[in-house]
Structure formats: structure tokens, C-alpha cells
């Protein structure tokens, strides 16, 4: 049967744009009929969030109404109602858990036998219609034809759309990526510090299915990075890890996901839902570096080639090592606000897996001492002591562990316990696997556990003798160590490169969101004498930096700080200062006619000089995106960092006054000023 995804990695088309223009997004996201494993999956994950979302409204109302009646005959019949709402939640809940910890779809389709990883699926949205507000805003606030944009609105949505579906690969993550980034453009045109744009943004719950609404663009772009990371544990966990390439490959993946989480976790604060909380994202870190540990452990397993002493140590400290990040991990998920969310087949894997593991390290040890045997080289013998010397965390005073390399019995007690610890771990770990309905259901993780069972029996039959009667001694524990520490690596956003949608509307240090400006002014210039009589700086757009009092620009209304936002009927928003002179300078008899702006406030520079905090945490997620973004010189760099939006303004931040307008600062500007 195969698991694989309706759109294989070649089936998406991965172009970027090369030549700074915005010619539209071209990559899509997989078809949402596709019947492969996975759509269906997240389609029967999508019935169930709209199921629960219904019930929960119907529960709101029913405790709405039993609070506010008065009738005891009304009150009963709502409680009754209400216990049927709630046990029909509860039903749901169940089912949402169970798809939700339906690993195997998301598992290699590879005969090999390996340990399941545990993968995360991604969050579900509603669809969102941006077409209304936008349009409102770019005639209110930009004064343009709304109808102009239509085009960019519906690619706008389209990439929402896509972003839905992303398939399980490269594509599927640059998809989101690109759409991520977008979102730094769109906050920039449309969300003015004051007021929302009034989109709702509705995401469920990855794992409990309960939604959420909010209006700021913060959980909109939280939910894209969620999902990020989610579609990277599903990359892991599809990964052929029989060979060292699909291992690399995993381990890639589950460090990109902790990345993602990490980012999400110390970025964005006061999550609306409980999968991107604190706690949580904590857990999920924690619960991909285990996974990442557990597949360095693989690929140690087959790039040791030898039986010798210190190879089977050095395998058995890297299992003790899976095992305790995965102890770790367990602790976690049993914290008082985890205990009820993580579903209880995850709860169990973990700890499934922290006890195979530590059984697979006594087992390791075991091979390590019986089958070891010493040699006529000194230097590998004193080697093998140096490395024993330093494996167990107690070390046993009698006998020494000098005494027991240098006797074949003392080794093989001391293996005999190893492996008795082995099987015991091994029993646990099958027992905790067999109390779990869905864990049951995996035959592959049956079949590895019955198998390092069945070895490490056989392995402590070989060494049980007849005439063995001295009590077995206990083990001492091992000491865990990995040469290969985990990275977690952040997400890289510049690897999308992508252009501002909007871009048509202007610069966006000039029109943007937080900028406010007057209508846009005519204004005829005729050639005098002495020039046009006005002195232009700075580029995209050109500034007028001066007006000669009594000249030709100051008789035709034209003011200190306006912006030459076109010049006879030809845009140039984005036109250099060069261009700008020559179109002057082009200019026929009958003069030249310019429109033009004046720039009223500009919020942006607040920002810029960090007086505007919208939570106490830093504001390094948005200038981080901006400079990845190659955002414009003056551009708003507003930050994303909390859900919800609070206003708090130090300051005015302002250049001085030019005439009665407001203006940037000119300090940094390498363009030279000219008069014409």
C-alpha cells in the first residue's frame, strides 16, 4: 500500500523570481480531492473541527441560557441538553485523537524495519476573503481605484488557498514559506497601528480540534510557522532510515521542525490555542531533539562495521542517550497542563520508546563484555580500559573494573546482569505497547519489539549455565554520551525569495499602513528664466527637498516635502532620481505636470527608532524578516510579536518640519541634491 502523497516532489513546478519583478506566485498546493491517505485524513480531521466547533457554540448558548433562566423546568431540560452536548464533544474528541495519532500514514512506505517516528499534523484553517477590506482600504487610505488591484487581491487569496495543502515535500515548504513572507508585506500595506483591517482568521487546534479566531496578523503568521514545523516532522517521518542518506535526511527534517517550534515559542506570546502555547512548544521541541537523537543512534548502528569492545560501549551510551531524552520528553508531556492534551498514543510511544531504548544500551554492554576477548596489542587493551573506566555513572568498587576485563567469568556475570536488566526493560516496553488500542495497531513497532526481546533472551540464554547458582548482581547504570549533539536549526526564510504583492501601490516607505498623506495634488510647471525653481532628492519616490520662494514650483503650489508621485500621467513611485530629471528635463513648451503628495505622519519611524513595543518581548522576529526580505531603506518594521495588538506610542520620532508637512530624515541619503 502506498503512503505517499498525491503530488510526488517533481510535480510541482519550484521557480523563483530572478529579475526583481512580481510576476505571481506559481507554486500550488497539493489537489484538496486527491483521495491519497493523508487527504483523507485531513479531510476527516477537518469534519471533525467543524463538528466541534458547532457543539461548543451549542454549548455556549445552553450555559448562557441555564444562567439566565429562572424556570426550574427550563434549567432541567437545558442540563440535560448540555450533558448530551458534552458527551458528543467528548466522542469527538476521542475520534480527533485517534486520526490524530494515526502515525502510520505519515510513515515510510519502506520495508525496513525501523521504530515509528511520531509526526504532527498541520492546523486547519477556514478560508478567508480579503477582498472587501482590502478594497475599502486601498480607496481610504491610498485613494486609488480599488478595482485596479483586483488581480493582486485574488493571487493574494489564491496563496492562502495553496498554503492549505502544501504537499510533503520541499515544495510543500517553500509553499508556506513563501506565503509566511508575504504576510510581512501584507502587515506592512494594510494593518495601520489604530484599528484591525476586520479579517477574521480562523485556525483549529492541531491536536483538540477547538478553534480560534482572532483578527491580528500575528496568529494568521503564528499558525503558517506552526504548520511549518508540522510538515517538517512529516518529512522526517516518511524517511527510508534503512540507509544513511534517508537518515541524514530525517535528521534535517526533525531539526528544522524543533527549529520552527523553538521560533514560534520565544517569538510569539500569548498563543489563543493551547498547541501553540508555551508548554507545549516546549514539549514539541523537546519531543523532535529526541527523535533527532534516536536516528543519530540508527546511524551509528550502521556505520559500525566491528564488534570490538569500544564500538559496542560507544552503541550502548547512545542508546542510554535516546532513552534519556525520551525520559525527558515524558516528563514533559506528564506536566499538569499536558497530561490531558497530548493524546495518549503519543504519552505512550514515548515512553515505549524510552524503555526500548534503555534495555537496547544493557544489551550493547552485554555483547560488549562477553564477546570481548584480550589482545596482544597493549595499546587497543589499555584503549578498551580507558573507555570502560569511564561508562558506568557509579562505579562498582568490587570488583574492579580492571578485574572484570581481565576475567573471562567476572565478564560474563556482569554481561548476565546486563542482559537480565535488558529483557526486563524490553517486557515493560512491550507492556506499556500492548495497553495502547492504536499503538497495537502498528505492526512494524510490534515486530521491533519482539525482536531486541527475543535477542536479548537468546543472548542471556547463551550465557545462563546450569550450574550457575550465585544471584544474579544488578547492572550499574550507564552513563549516556552521543558524539553527534542535536542542532536546532531556525527556520531560513531568505531561501524564499519573493515580491511584495501590493507592490503597484508604492514604496513602502512611503505607502504603507502607517503612513498618512493628503490628496493627490496637480500641479502645471512651466520653464522659466531661472529653471523649474525646485531642488529634488532621494529615490522610489523623488522628494522635493526645496522650493525657490517667487520661482515657477513655488507660484504653481508646489510645497517643501511633497513627493512626485507621477509626471505627466506616468507612475513613478518606484522611479530613481535620474529618471524623475530627465522626465523634467524632457518636458515640452507647455510645461510638465506633476502629481504630487504630502506626507502628513509617518509611524514607521517611531518604529524604526524602537519606541514602539507592542509586548515585552524583543523585536527580533520582524527586523530579522525585514532584513531577510530586503525590505526598503525606511520601511515599517512593526512587530508581529504578540496575538493581540496594544497601542503604546513614546514620543513623536519625527524629522523636523518642512513648511507645514512632516519628512524623512535626509542624513543617510547618498543621492545628491539637485536644483532644477
Known sequence: MSLSDGASDDDLPLTLPTDGSHSGSIRKGCDPFAQTQRSKL???????????????????????????????????????????????????????????????????????????????????????????????????HYGEDSSLYDKEIKELMELRQAMRTPSRNQAGLELLMEYYNQLYYLDQRFFPLHRNLGVHFHWYDSLTGVPSCQRTLAFEKGSVLFNIGALYTQIGARQDRSATAGIDKAIDAFQRAAGSFNYLKENFSNAPSLDMSCPSLCMLVRLMVAQVQECVFERVILTTKDTHFTSQLHLAQE??????????????????????????????????????????????????????????????????????????????????????????????????????????????????????????KMDILQDVLSLAHKRSLDKYSELDREDDFDETAEAPEIQSETHIKPDITPPNFSTVHVTDIFQRLGPLSVFCARSRWGPVRVICLLRGEGGLGLTLRGDSPVLVAGVVPGGCAAEAGLREGDYIVAVDGEDCKWSKHSEVVQMLKNCSERGVELSVITLHSHDAQQVDRRTLMLSNSSDKENTRQQRLLGAAKGQSSASLLNWNRKKKREGSGLSKRLGSTFSLSFGSLRDTEAMY
Open 319 to 440: 542508546a542510554a542517550r535516546v532513552s534519556d531524552v525520551y525520559l525527558l520528553v515524558q516528563q514533559t508531556m506528564a506536566q499538569p497542563l499536558m497530561k490531558d492534551y497530548v493524546p495518549f498514543s503519543w504519552a505512550s510511544m514515548v515512553q515505549v520508546k524510552s524503555e526500548h531504548f534503555r534495555a537496547l544500551s544493557h544489551y550493547y554492554t552485554a555483547v560488549a563484555l562477553c564477546d570481548h576477548t584480550l589482545s596482544a596489542d597493549e595499546e587497543a587493551d589499555e584503549e578498551a580500559e580507558k573507555a570502560f573506566l569511564h561508562f558506568y555513572i557509579n562505579v562498582p568498587a568490587e570488583p574492579t573494573l580492571i578485574q572484570v576485563l581481565q576475567d573471562p567469568e567476572k565478564r560474563r556475570k556482569l554481561g548476565k546482569a546486563h542482559l537480565r536488566r535488558a529483557v526486563i526493560r524490553h517486557e515493560e516496553a512491550m507492556r506499556v505497547h500492548s495497553l495502547c488500542k492504536i499503538l497495537r
Open 42 to 140: 485531513q479531510h476527516r480531521r477537518a469534519r471533525i473541527n467543524q463538528q466541534i466547533n458547532k457543539e461548543m457554540r451549542m454549548r455556549a448558548g445552553a450555559e448562557n441560557l441555564f444562567r439566565a433562566t429562572s424556570n426550574n423546568k427550563v434549567k432541567e431540560t437545558v442540563a440535560l441538553e448540555l450533558s448530551f452536548v458534552n458527551s458528543n464533544l467528548q466522542l469527538l474528541k476521542e475520534e480527533l485523537e485517534e486520526l490524530n495519532s494515526n502515525m502510520e500514514v505519515y510513515q515510510t512506505d519502506s520495508e525496513a524495519i525501523n521504530v515509528p517516528m511520531i509526526p504532527l499534523g498541520l492546523k486547519e484553517t477556514k478560508e478567508v476573503d480579503f477582498t472587501v477590506s482590502i478594497q475599502d482600504f486601498i480607496c481610504e
